[in-house]
């Protein structure tokens, strides 16, 4: 497999509205992408099309080798999303929602509350783990965001301005848990509109308007 | 950071969970956020029950029927109904929330049997009902409420209710899969509950209102219910109540329940 993530020519619009014009895009694996661009440049379009959360309307794409259209449950197990705003639940503490989401991946109970264990400990949210996510800063959602997201050990994760809103320093913590989890294996595309932040990040970048 | 647990040699069994298991999992979420609220739960399952019970007993009771003893023995059926079927609109509050918010597209995005969210909080739901129905049974008790048909009818009447409110919280469940605010569906949803809620006979007798007036009430969903729950409780049900009452718990459910379902499944999928 040459590329963990490839896009030909995607095109989505809604009501008549072009919102994605044509992405073309090649990821390696343990690569991190950036997809930089404006506001309402098409990035989470693209990235919910990619994620088998969206039919495009043209184009053709394929991801961890499966294609997106006829393989959209190949595509689901081998990836993990984390939208612009932090998929958790947030009336469950930090804790509950690692174990859920790790029961819903199909560890046995036991081996989910150890999992959720590490991982709090590494995003740094054990002391916060019997929280709930509500009272959580964003900084630290989006950690467990990420956290949540490992849990499967996904080939891809698809990061939609996993940045946006963050104080400097939650900045450069999510930062390197990213180059952490490339370095591990796991392929990266991520979206933000600072070109900074591709630019730090970002093995290659691809801009979208 | 340390993330040695992504090593592969790291990497624990996983097993795709079977629908019952989801479907038990979300169960247990729903258990979750009312450990978690339980302050909401105490208000919602206690307390307000008995405040109503109290306040329908006296008021009505004292004005309509003249003696508070005879009247709860008319009333607290119906106060059953009423207490339990404006909770079970959370099921659509629950749904929508997942919907409006992230947590939705990462459901949609794991290989588990998507419908368990529906279903899972769905049937947690129930054990609220159910404390609430004790409550209110309980504090009838204490006020003079005598089932003539002792406990085999009190617990007959206490499953029905939960039954009808099963095939209520499917409206409301629908209703959540279709509007876009969490608040947008208690909204709704509440405009439809109380005016049925009062325009029925939970609270008087329909026997001494005029024809007209008297057939439109009786043909209310939730006087039907409360009929039912009458009938056990007291032991005079008889055949068509019985039909009727079924019926009018199995209809939302057999529409709206298939509805939610493709309605959550197929969400901004467009
Ligand atoms: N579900 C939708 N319905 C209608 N228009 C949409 C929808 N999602 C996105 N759009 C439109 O498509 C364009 C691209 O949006 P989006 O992908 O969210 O951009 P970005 O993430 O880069 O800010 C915008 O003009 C937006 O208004
Ligand atoms: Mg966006």
Avoid at chain 2, 77 to 85: D, H, N, Q, R, W
Wanted: aromatic share 8%; proline share 4%.
């Amino acid at each position: 497999m040459a590329y963990v993530i490839e896009a030909h020519d995607l095109r989505k619009s809604f009501r008549g509205q072009e919102a994605v014009r044509g992405v073309d895009l090649a990821v390696r694996r343990g690569e991190i992408f950036a997809l930089l661009g404006p506001n309402g440049a098409g990035k989470t379009t693209t990235i919910r099309m990619l994620a088998t959360l969206l039919r495009p309307d043209a184009g053709a794409a394929r991801v961890c080798g499966c294609d997106v259209a006829a393989d959209a449950d190949g595509v689901r197990s081998r990836i993990s999303v984390t939208g612009q705003y932090a998929a958790l639940d947030e009336s469950l503490t930090g804790r509950q929602n690692a174990t859920l989401f790790a029961r819903l991946h199909g560890y046995s109970r036991r081996e989910a509350q150890a999992q959720a264990a590490e991982l709090l400990e590494a995003f740094g949210l054990a002391d916060a783990g019997g929280r709930t996510v509500a009272t959580y800063s964003g900084g630290m959602r989006r950690r467990l965001d990420l956290a949540v997201g490992i849990l499967s050990r996904p080939e891809a994760m698809f990061l939609d301005e996993p940045t946006t809103g963050l104080d400097p320093q939650s900045r450069r913590e999510l930062w390197e848990a990213v180059r952490r989890l490339a370095k591990a294996g796991t392929t990266i595309l991520l979206t933000t509109q600072y070109l900074e932040e591709a630019d730090q990040l970002a093995d290659r970048i691809g801009f979208i308007a | 950071m340390n993330l040695s647990l992504l090593s592969e040699e790291r990497k624990p069994a996983m097993r795709r969970p079977g629908s019952l298991t989801a479907t038990a999992l979300f169960a247990q979420r729903t258990l979750y956020h009312m450990r978690n609220n339980g302050f909401g739960l105490a208000i919602e399952a206690v307390v307000s029950p008995i405040v109503l019970l109290l306040i329908f007993t006296f008021l009505f009771g004292g004005a309509i029927e003249g003696s508070v003893s005879g009247y709860i023995q008319y009333l607290l059926p119906g106060i059953l109904v009423l207490t339990v079927v404006p909770m079970s609109v959370y099921s659509g509050t629950t749904l929508c929330n997942d919907l409006a918010k992230g947590v939705y597209a990462r459901f949609r995005t794991m290989p588990f049997w998507q419908p368990a969210a529906v279903f899972g909080s769905v049937v947690a739901e129930g054990l609220r009902y159910a404390a609430a129905l004790l409550v209110v049974l309980t504090a009838g008790l204490a006020l003079g409420f005598r089932p003539d048909d002792g406990i085999a009818g009190a617990a007959l009447s206490g499953l029905y209710v939960l039954f009808f409110a099963y095939g209520a919280s499917w409206v409301f469940a629908f209703i959540g899969t279709a509007a876009k605010r969490p608040e947008t569906v208690s909204g709704t949803s509440m405009m439809i509950v109380y005016p049925l809620l009062f325009a029925s006979n939970v609270l008087v007798d329909t026997s001494t209102m005029p024809g007209w007036l008297q057939a439109a009430i009786d043909a209310n969903p939730i006087s039907i219910a409360v009929e039912l729950t009458r009938g056990l409780i007291h032991g005079t049900a008889d055949a068509l109540d019985i039909a009727a009452g079924l019926g009018v718990g199995l209809l939302p459910i057999a529409v709206f329940a298939p509805w939610t379902v493709h309605a959550y499944l197929t969400k901004g999928l467009r």
